[in-house]
Every structure is written in C-alpha cells, then in structure tokens.
C-alpha cells in the first residue's frame, strides 16, 4: 500500500521532499514528551514536505478518500505526544512553509506555519515592532504555537496565542483551503470557525498560515527577584501586585532549589537569598518601569518580603531569565512528565501545598514552579518515581479540577491526556467536541489516535 | 397551542412571570435595528421570565419537545433585529437573572446574563477595579453582550468582548447546563466550545452566566481632539500614534459636521477648529498619560494637524465624548440602516473614500465616522435614500470585502445580514456553520430566523 502511496505523493511534492527511509524519518517520530510516557511511534510512514497549501490541499484529498491517516508536524516540541504517528500513514511536515510579511501600518505578521518563533522574532524585531508572548521554544513553528494555542511565561500582561491571531489559512481534512479572519481586529461574521480551530492540535484541520498581531516595541525593561521566606508570602503577593495596576510582562514563580539546580545546569551561580522568589520582568518606558519597581519594591516588604534584587544590565536579566526557564531542561532528563494544570490564580498556593502533600503520601519529589499570575504551575513526577505515576497523576488533577481549574492551561491534551479529558470534561461537551470532528474530519484521517479523534475515544467511553 | 404551553410554563416559572397580553409583550418584540429594515416581529409569543439556568433548561426541554422557537432576549440594543421573534414561540427574557460577585483577588466578576453593563460598571467600580471596555449602551445586558461578541470605542487597548470573557454557563437547546471555563487565564482542555458560543448570537445556546476578566482601576485619562484639515492627514497620522507604542484607550474619527450635528442634538456646542478630528482618550498613571499626550502632540503636528486641544477637567472629557457617543443618537431617527463593515485599520481610509465616491452616484447622504485604531467605520443610509439602500449596501460591502474586511465588525448577523453572510462566506465555511448548529440545536428551535438557522437558510442557498 505505502509503495502506491508515494506514487501518488509524488505527483504532488518533489521526490527529494518525500521521505520513507527509516534513518531520515526517524526526527519525525517523536516530539518532547518525556521517554516514560510518550505514545509509540510507527515506524510505517512516509514523511511529506509540502511547499504550499495546495500540495497540502491535494495530499490531504488523496488521504481522505483512502482512508490514510496524516499527522501534521511543526517545530516537535510538544510535550504530549500530539504530533507522534501512532498509526501507519503520512506525517506533513510544515518545515518548508517559511515565507513571512510585516506590515508596520497595520501592526500584523503574516507567518506560513512553519516560520519557528525564532525567526518570527527575528523578522518582528527587524521592522522595531515587537511581539511580546514567549509562548515556548524558539525552535517550535507557527502552525504549531497557532494549533496548540500556546501559552508561556508572557500571557501575565498579553495573554496566550489566541489572543494575538487574527486570521488563519486552514486545510481541512476534506481538501479545502478555508481563509478565516484576517488582519482585522474585530469581526463578527458567524460563528468563529478560527477560534474552534487554535487549539484543537492538529485535528480539525492543518493550519498552514497564520495572520498576528504585534505590538510596538518595548523601550525598556527591568528583571526583579522578590525574595520570600515561605511560599505563603510569596504567592500572597501576586494579586496584590496585580491588583495595584501592575502589569508586569511575566511574574514567575520560582523555589530555592530549583533555580541552584538549573543555575548549576548552566555553569552559573544562583547567589540570591531567600527560600522562594518572584521573578517579575517589567516593560515599558523607563520611567514606567522604574515607578512600577519602586512600587513593587514597597508591596513586598509590606508583604514580609525579604530585600528585592533589581537587574538593570541586559545581560544580567538575560541570565536571571535563563536560569528560570532552564529549570525544565535541568529536570528533564530525570523527569517522566511534566505538568501544566491551570487553577484560577488565587489558587495557586493551595495547589502547591496539595502537591507537596501527595508527594509526601507517595514519598516522591514532585517539584514545582509556574506563572504566578495566571495560575499555571507545573509539576514535575521523576522517573525514579514511575511506579507511583498514575496515582501521583491522578491526585494532581484531582486537586486541580477542585481548585476550579484545568488539567491543562498550556500544553494541551495530545496522545497522553485523552483519556483525563474525559474523565474530567462533561459527557455533553465531548459529545459535542466528537460532533465537531466528524463534522470537519468524516473519516477521520486527522491525527487519530489525538485528542477527540472517534475511534478510540468511543472506545474509551465505553470503558468507563 | 399556546394555551397548552403556557400551561406547561406555569409549572416551571411563576404565573406573573410569564406574559402573553398583548400591552405587556410589546416591548419585548424590537430591538435598536432601524425601523426600516427590521424584521417583523410575530404577535403571538409568550414572553417568560426565568430566574435561574435550571428554569431555562427546563423551558428549553420543553420547546425542544414540541419544536417550539425560542428567542433568548437580554437588553434589546442589538442593530441587526437578532433579538426579534419572528415565528410564534418563547421569548426568554434574562432580566431577572442579576447576580454578580466580583472576586478582587483573581480580578474576576462573575455575572448573571441579566447584569446590564450599566450595572457591572458600578459593581466592578465599587471594587475598586475596572471593566475597560464599553462594548454598547449600558442598558445591554451582560448575556447579550457576549452572545454578541460586542465590541465599542474601546477595543484599541483592549480588545473585544471575547478577550474579556474567560468562562460561560450556557444552557443548550437541548436542556443541558454547561460549564465552559472558569476563572482561569489558560485553558487548553480540547476543543473550546466557549469561543465557539461568543459570538453565536443566542443561536447555539442561551448564555446565562459569565466569568469577565477585569482590570485594576486606571488611575488617570486624559482626553485629545486632535484637528486636521483632511481625513487623509487625520488617518494617517493613527498607525504612526499606535506603531509609537502609544495604546489609547479610544482613538476615533469624526468629521466636523457630525459632531456639530450631534452638539446641538445634545443642546451643547463644537467649537473646535477642524474639517475632521482624532478623538484620542488616554489612560494610565498621570506620568503616563502626560507623556503620552506630548508625543501625540509632537506627532500630530508633524502630521500637519492643527493645535491639538487637551481636555483635563472629567466633566469636559465627558461632554466630547458625550458628543461624539451621541453621533449616533443624533443621526438616528433619520437613519434606515447603520454598517459596522470592517476592514484592516490602514484601509480605513480608503474604505471612508470609496463610501463617499458611492454616496455621490447615488446621490445620497452618507456620513461616516468610527474606530480608526480598530478598522471598524460605521456609515448610516438615511431615510430619505431607502429606495436606494439595496444598491449601497451592496456597494459599500463589496468595498469592505475588496479591502480585506468583514461587512459586520461589531454588530453581528442577526436576521437583517444573512443572505449577506451567504454572499460573502466561503460555501464550505457555511457548511460547518450550518453543521455546528444542526449539532448544538437539531430541532432548530434557537433563534430560528436569525444567523445559521438550517431552514431559511438553505432555502437562501437554493436561490443562489
């Protein structure tokens, strides 16, 4: 079957740009879930590299009426498994998909989808425009930021991905090429297919081109660290930070140890003192910047904080930055998954205190750290402590879901948390999520085996 | 018929709760939608007053069962007739649903859908804390304005109603009450189906609770009339404020007639010099706002613009902006209909000139003004050129598409734009919709009549 099949492609996309050899396929099977739990990839497929929406269009029709499944992929740093062929067919990789446009009048990039977030930043920056959510790696492309909906440490001040696109191009699994939105900033023309779409990772259609907003260039910023004694004060200082008009680009959340563990990962030293910090990145005008650090500097020794440290030198925030987001790296090679349960943000302290009790009871380490201001905290269940995953996992979401929150405010559901999605998700809702996938995917060729994709869900459902 | 379901009624709601005379239901037959082109109400509904999402789920089994239209109904500004019962059924009125609470610490309000704006702007304010947006009249009621989408002058720095709401209870027309969301900043938890909800016009489902995101108080605004001698000075001069890292709470564009106009209809007067005017408010720290007006100033002159005059004292911050609310008011009683196309904010121009160019050939009057910074223009069609309206309206939407906008930015579909929405849609982009609704609705007893509703609209299609 695969033999006619890459017949067929290539009379779609050039021979060099499809690829079925097992040692040139082999990037294309993973992504960045952690080892112990990432589904199990075929090694029966056939990678495409398609280089507009038309090849895409074309091969998605073909798949369609043979019934072949197609996993698009972007950048490959999900972290559950959402862009991994668990079943034989097409993976379409976006790589080639790179043309991108500003257009300084209207405060809009065009990116194709498989522009990284590198380059959309590099490109931003160029024409002194800037776009200020980091929402995750910058080797992750725009098709997947924009399907997955991405979050990250910058959604404080500017929100997640959705809040930044205006207008997509989807292919949709049936072949037709669908333009929604646009460079508008209002629009109410129907329902919002485009708003359905991000975040539906990959499975009602492959969005091959992305139309975002950007915002001017940030003059200034200042890094803090808000050292505390206890988590309490800690966290207990946030809203009062947001509630004073503070909007600040990230306020992170952040413990002793992790950030001497990531420091050291790095060959860097974290000098600070204080059991758990803050870490606040402000931007603006200078003298915004510099009111909003006096104003913060008097909330948090109101609020028992110990003395706050001020980066002003670019290169020193950039290390107190790096040393945050390194705290993933330094876990990950130990850790079997990572988590991004989403409670509302006044809930954020309770959270970590259950999750420092179900790891008591289960005598693990489960660290943790997050964005504070938005209620996003993720915890880490090591490998050493795989045996007690499932019920670790199970009590995390637990507490979540009763602090009001959800299993996933960043990552997403993938391979790997369908069957929480419904444990979670009331019967009508993902009734009508199913509903909405047959709609756009009859034979549900799109990334099967992902979230809301029939077969195995209906499967299951009758499990429970 | 009707005897029977009142009947049925009387077991789910209180007697005086329901009305049927017709002295009572009058006011419950129209919306704002200009009488000219708004549609024709039936005589014969009964109009119920629940007080409670269960009453609603209840109402709608009911008329789901028997196949019974329902027109959920929240402060009756719409302009699009979307609130109109066009067929003989149930108008649910959500007056009585008037619960708020406002949750400081997330910076949350959670609002019933009978909530008007008027009412959550004194709550949210009494808080201490803002609702920066001002999506419409404050006699809206807050269901509305997300079943709408709204959107209004302050969309600039903020956005749309759609940014604002961050969870839903919504009851389906099938009876089931869901939860969508929360107070919660990230959410990837499969597909969402809010977003799909937002903007559905009470079509998918009736709205009856929202959790609003709020801001801390500004503590500071400052108001700006910017004058030019031409609109193309005027517009031009807006990507240069916004690409400045200027955010304005409002920037709008007004011609000198209009405001003139709308003075005297308030009994006040416009004395600024000017052909065309910027009307800008900013907000933030009084540092800020100082700051950002210089610039202004310093761009507008080198704009070409006259002397910019500064308004300080609220009550005269008030007045203009009272004036140019009320351009609106003041066009009203002659107007027939009132566009709210949309197109990339550096098009407005453009768009202001081809809708001049079409008042000319057609001999007719056609004023213009709107939210530069945003792209959405509003044009009325008067009275007097009704015999005309057709053919403008046509002209000035093919226009609007012709420069990548939309024919609706603010005001939604409702039962006056769906045969456009049948124009200017993609067959495909229909499809689904008419797909989602037949999944959310299957009897189509939602708001027949208005957006997406199966029958009226494939009868459309035929004829096409």
């Given at each position: 079957m695969m033999k006619e099949v890459v017949e067929k492609l290539e009379e779609i996309v050039e021979k060099d740009f499809i690829l079925t050899k097992k040692e040139l396929i082999e990037s294309y099977l993973f992504d960045e879930t952690s080892i112990p739990v990432r589904p199990k990839?075929?090694?029966?497929?056939?990678?495409?590299?398609?280089?507009?929406?038309?090849?895409?269009?074309?091969?998605?029709?073909?798949?369609?009426?043979?019934?072949?499944?197609?996993?698009?992929?972007?950048?490959?740093?999900?972290?559950?498994?959402?862009?991994?062929?668990?079943?034989?067919?097409?993976?379409?990789?976006?790589?080639?998909?790179?043309?991108?446009?500003?257009?300084?009048?209207?405060?809009?990039?065009?990116?194709e989808a498989g522009v990284t977030l590198g380059e959309l930043l590099k490109v931003v920056?160029?024409?002194?425009?800037?776009?200020?959510?980091?929402?995750?790696?910058?080797?992750?492309?725009?098709?997947?930021?924009?399907?997955?909906?991405?979050?990250?440490?910058?959604?404080?001040?500017?929100?997640?991905?959705?809040?930044?696109?205006?207008?997509?191009?989807?292919?949709?699994?049936?072949?037709?090429?669908?333009?929604?939105?646009?460079?508008?900033?209002?629009?109410?023309?129907?329902?919002?297919?485009?708003?359905?779409?991000?975040?539906?990772?990959?499975?009602?259609?492959?969005?091959?081109?992305?139309?975002?907003?950007?915002?001017?260039?940030a003059e200034y910023t200042l890094t803090l660290v808000l050292p505390f004694n206890s988590r309490h004060e800690a966290l207990s200082t946030v809203p009062t930070i947001l509630t004073k008009g503070i909007s600040p680009l990230a306020l992170e959340y952040v413990e002793k140890e992790l950030m001497e563990k990531s420091a050291m990962h790095l060959g860097e030293k974290w000098n600070i003192e204080g059991k758990v910090f803050l870490v606040v990145i402000l931007s603006g005008t200078q003298n915004e910047v510099y009111n909003e650090a006096e104003r913060i500097n008097q909330i948090c020794s109101e609020k028992g904080g110990l003395e706050v440290y001020v980066a002003e030198r670019q290169d020193e925030q950039n290390t107190i930055l790096k040393i945050r987001s390194n705290i993933y790296t330094a876990l990950k090679e130990e850790s079997a998954d990572i988590f991004d349960t989403t409670v509302p943000p006044s809930n954020i302290g309770k959270l970590a205190d259950m999750i420092d009790k179900i790891a008591e009871?289960?005598?693990?380490?489960?660290?943790?750290?997050?964005?504070?201001?938005?209620?996003?905290?993720?915890?880490?269940?090591?490998?050493?402590?795989?045996?007690?995953?499932?019920?670790?996992?199970?009590?995390?979401?637990?507490?979540?879901?009763?602090?009001?929150?959800?299993?996933?405010?960043?990552?997403?559901?993938?391979?790997?948390?369908?069957?929480?999605?419904?444990?979670?998700?009331?019967?009508?809702?993902?009734?009508?999520?199913?509903?909405?996938?047959?709609?756009?995917?009859?034979?549900?060729?799109?990334?099967?085996?992902?979230?809301?994709?029939?077969?195995?869900?209906?499967?299951?459902?009758?499990?429970?």
């Open positions: 990839p075929t090694l029966n497929c056939i990678v495409v590299k398609p280089e507009n929406s038309e090849q895409i269009s074309r091969i998605l029709k073909l798949a369609n009426e043979k019934r072949i499944p197609v996993y698009p992929r972007g950048g490959g740093t999900g972290l559950v498994g959402g862009a991994v062929p668990t079943k034989d067919g097409i993976v379409i990789s976006l790589e080639r998909m790179k043309r991108i446009e500003v257009d300084r009048e209207n405060l809009i990039a065009v990116a920056e160029e024409a002194g425009l800037s776009f200020p959510p980091h929402p995750g790696d910058e080797g992750a492309q725009i098709g997947g930021l924009v399907a997955c909906n991405a979050g990250g440490a910058r959604a404080v001040k500017h929100g997640v991905m959705r809040n930044f696109v205006k207008g997509i191009e989807v292919v949709l699994p049936t072949g037709e090429i669908l333009n929604l939105g646009g460079k508008l900033l209002k629009n109410n023309m129907g329902y919002n297919l485009m708003h359905l779409i991000l975040g539906s990772e990959g499975t009602l259609g492959i969005i091959t081109k992305a139309v975002i907003r950007l915002c001017p260039k009871k289960y005598s693990a380490y489960i660290p943790v750290y997050g964005h504070a201001a938005d209620g996003n905290l993720h915890a880490h269940v090591m490998k050493k402590d795989i045996d007690k995953y499932e019920k670790i996992k199970s009590e995390i979401y637990e507490a979540t879901i009763n602090l009001g929150g959800v299993i996933t405010g960043e990552h997403g559901i993938g391979k790997i948390r369908v069957k929480e999605l419904y444990k979670f998700m009331s019967p009508k809702s993902i009734e009508l999520m199913i509903g909405i996938k047959k709609l756009f995917d009859p034979n549900n060729i799109l990334n099967p085996g992902n979230v809301l994709s029939i077969d195995e869900n209906q499967a299951l459902r009758t499990e429970q």
